[in-house]
């Protein structure tokens, strides 16, 4: 009997609305996500061509993907994996050395080489954390080739396998068309890319002065889809790539109080301008979602007005 009246007593208080369970509802920044994801979507839709993107937020982990473990080539983006590599070999001391020193030579010297084109053979001397600087700054790709004979191509891949990142490789040169022609393409995928950046950002690879090296050349200021639409002086560290049909950008916005990564590689593309204005306009709608998050309150109010 008392049993039945507790149940008629919770009946009872239901229905006048005493006690009710809270229905279910979306919280407002769960809302912001939505309309965040939904642009980003609209925005690979009506890209001409085939589209990956990963954006995660390093705090909380929350992610969306799309399209997020199809294969791309990377072009210059292969580039980023290589420098891991040579930090992380200068910092066990078990290969190249970022202190090591290069004599530029003509005969290393391909196309695309804006900075490495302008030295002197036999006279110049940089170290291998200079030819770093070339690679992020201008990507440059002889500096590139210098760097994957001295770190080793079979290397670079051996720690990506160690990493669990199974898709990307590095397989050949920068400008060896003949190898790109017999299908040995440099590939990734976005997940990879973004995975590999947050491992690096997580002191997984590299010890902590050696990371905070690392990023520092990586935020090396240079001309990419990222940062392009992002306010002046956002703290980015970047890679981008370019090659006929294809345009990439990976990297991480390191907002004070919300950093994340994004990687948005694009192939197949009629257009390669609007590719990287695609990868712009994907990498603004990213910041402005961040962005409001990092200077708001759990409820969205403002409470600072500098990320």
Known sequence: ?????????????????????PTPALHTRDLLWQKMTADVANAEKHFDGAM????????????FALNADDVFPTASSIKLPMLV?????SQTGSGAKLTDLYTFRSEDLVPDSAIMENLTPGVSRVTNRDLAGFVVAVSDNSATNVLIDRVGMENVNHMLDSLGLRQTRLRR????????????????????????????????????????????????TKDSPIPRLLPDGT?????????DGVRTDSGIVFLKQRPYVISVMTTYA????????????????????FEAVAIGSEYGRKMSTTP
């Open 85 to 89: 590599e040579l930090f992380r070999q």
């Open 235 to 243: 703290r980015i560290a970047n890679k981008p790539g370019e090659l």
């Open 1 to 21: 009997m008392k049993m039945l009246l507790c149940l008629l007593c919770v009946c009872s208080c239901f229905a006048l609305g005493q006690g009710a369970p």
């Open 270 to 289: 009629r257009d390669e301008h609007a590719a990287s204005e695609a990868i712009s306009r994907i990498s603004l709608i990213a910041y402005r979602y």
């Open 52 to 63: 990956g993107i990963v954006i995660r937020d390093l705090t909380d982990g929350k992610e």
């Open 173 to 220: 040169k920068m400008m060896d068309i003949k190898a790109a022609q017999e299908g040995r393409e440099n590939i990734a995928t976005p997940r990879e890319m973004a995975a590999l950046l947050e491992t690096v950002y997580r002191g997984k690879v590299l010890n902590p002065q050696t990371t905070e090296e690392f990023f520092k050349v990586m935020c090396t």
